[in-house]
């Protein structure tokens, strides 16, 4: 492949991204609620996104189900802790939960969130 192909094929992919990035952003909009990027840490909220990634890591000898939530401004990681799976739970699922944002290893974290899966 030329570099000039090269180029285009990584400029197609980006644009093709952040269209997606778009298109959650407006989708979750209508929702009435907070989008990530804005949501305090701490306070009570109702996030809404699609699970990017879902991935079973232990966490102190116990069982942890982590997720990668995205609305299309950024990005929570949701984990259930006790759970090796939920039904429902998979990459590319919509998702409403409703938690408080904490930080854990500079990461923007909900643990144990109320959810509603989203058809």
Same mark, same amino acid.
């Given at each position: ?7 285009? @094929?990584?400029?197609? !992919? #980006?644009?093709?991204? =952040?269209? +997606? ?7 979750? /909009?209508? /929702? ?6 804005? #949501?305090? =840490? ?6 809404? *996104? @699609? ?8 966490? *102190? ?5 982590? /997720? ?8 929570? @990681?949701?984990? !259930? ?5 939920? /039904?429902?739970?998979?990459? *590319? ?5 409703? *938690?408080?944002?904490?930080? +854990? =290893? ?14």
């Amino acid at each position: 492949m030329s570099k000039g192909r090269l180029r285009q @094929t990584l400029s197609n !992919w #980006a644009n093709n991204e =952040d269209q +997606h990035a778009r298109d959650l952003q407006e989708e979750y /909009a209508d /929702a009435g609620v907070t989008p990530i990027a804005e #949501a305090p =840490d701490r306070e009570l909220l109702r996030l809404r *996104g @699609t699970l990017r990634t879902v991935t079973l890591r232990p966490r *102190g000898g116990v069982p942890a189900l982590e /997720a990668e939530l995205f609305d299309g401004t950024d990005v929570v @990681t949701v984990v !259930w802790l006790g759970r090796r799976r939920i /039904a429902g739970i998979t990459p *590319g699922r919509s998702l409403q939960v409703q *938690g408080r944002i904490g930080r +854990h =290893d500079g990461m923007r974290t909900i643990y144990n969130p109320r959810y509603e899966l989203i058809p």
